[in-house]
């Protein structure tokens, strides 16, 4: 009798039991990221060929230029003068600090006079003949050597066919020169026989006489020998 009761009670806990394990349970776990993975992600971010934002989007920088710049004002750019140099001004005569062109440059040029101190040369006479002149290698100088010439022989060529000068120490024969000369043959044989250093630096000293005359050099002024 106690095998049956058992064998009964037990009978049906073992078609339960049989029943539940019969049905199967799926548990899905998900394997863990392993490292190969890992560097193929590092390796896809590295790929990026996009640039990063410059500056940072949330620097300094980029606040500051999202900034519009102001604008000034012509008041502010050119503030406009003071009243009291407004009252002074006069028509027709513009302020120191006026942008405007000087009143000298706006007037037409004046004619020219005929005290201008030039002549008119004669053909063949120019300033490019006469360095014609000089560089052709004719004798300009009337002499064989540089000479030591004292006032009293200097003085003896003073003849319009035999002309000679001194200026700043160097005596020239300007016989060649005298119908090359700007101002004329009367104006340079004022200085003929004589010293004409300050007649020649209180009408043009800009000229330079050296190499006006170089090739009519004929010596030095020197001064006049003491008698014994």
Request: aromatic share 6%.
């Amino acid at each position: 009798m106690t095998s049956y009761l058992r064998s009964w009670l037990y009978s049906g806990t073992s078609d339960v039991d049989s029943a539940a394990l019969s049905v199967p349970t799926l548990n899905r776990i998900s394997p863990p990221a392993s490292d190969e993975e890992d560097g193929e992600e590092t390796e896809t971010e590295l790929d990026d060929d996009s640039p990063p934002a410059f500056p940072s989007l949330n620097s300094a920088q980029r606040v500051q230029s999202s900034r519009l710049p102001r604008i000034l004002s012509d008041s502010e750019l050119m503030p406009p003068p003071p009243l009291p140099s407004l009252a002074v001004r006069q028509p027709g005569v513009p302020p120191s600090n006026s942008l405007a062109v000087p009143l000298t440059t706006t007037k037409p040029p004046p004619k020219p006079s005929k005290k201008s101190g030039k002549v008119a040369l004669s053909p063949g006479h120019s300033p490019l003949d006469w360095a014609a002149l000089k560089s052709s290698g004719a004798d300009l100088r009337g002499v064989d050597t540089l000479m030591r010439i004292p006032p009293s022989l200097l003085k003896q060529h003073n003849k319009r066919d035999d002309a000679w000068s001194a200026f700043n120490g160097k005596v020239y024969n300007i016989t060649s020169y005298l119908p090359f000369h700007p101002g004329g043959e009367k104006e340079l044989m004022r200085v003929a026989g004589r010293d004409g250093t300050k007649l020649f630096a209180t009408t043009h000293a800009w000229v330079n006489v050296d190499f006006m005359l170089d090739a009519c050099l004929v010596g030095f002024l020197v001064a006049e020998p003491s008698s014994s």
